[in-house]
């Protein structure tokens, strides 16, 4: 695992360290900054491009990877609040919230009904 000075240098190996990745190798666990605390900061200082990286590499089917269901819709609505007006990620998002229980389909109907509006804008 590549570190400097102790941190991870991408969200995504911060991410792969906390909570593996069913695509690569297993890593050897770092024994610094290994809890959801430090993760949860990096993650929500982190912009736009690197949360949907992360996202991508560690659930590229959206139903995959081993990434909390609670990371994950933190890291969209993370993603949302810095591109308020991509429909096509609003839709990426709602897919995610439809999957994984239906808590969430109102929220994920709504993210739906604008991203229609924005796109018929």
Known sequence: MIKVRGMHITLTEHARCRYGDEYQPPVLRCSEDHDDRHFIEKLTFADADEILRMLHALCP????GL?????RNLAYRLVLLQRP???AL????????GLHGP???DSAADL???AAALEGA
């Open 90 to 97: 609003m839709r990426e998002a709602a897919q995610n919230l």
């Open 67 to 71: 990434l909390p269901v609670w990371v």
């Open 112 to 114: 739906e009904r604008r």
């Open 103 to 105: 808590d969430w389909d």
């Open 61 to 64: 089917h959206l139903v995959d």
């Open 85 to 87: 007006d991509d429909p």
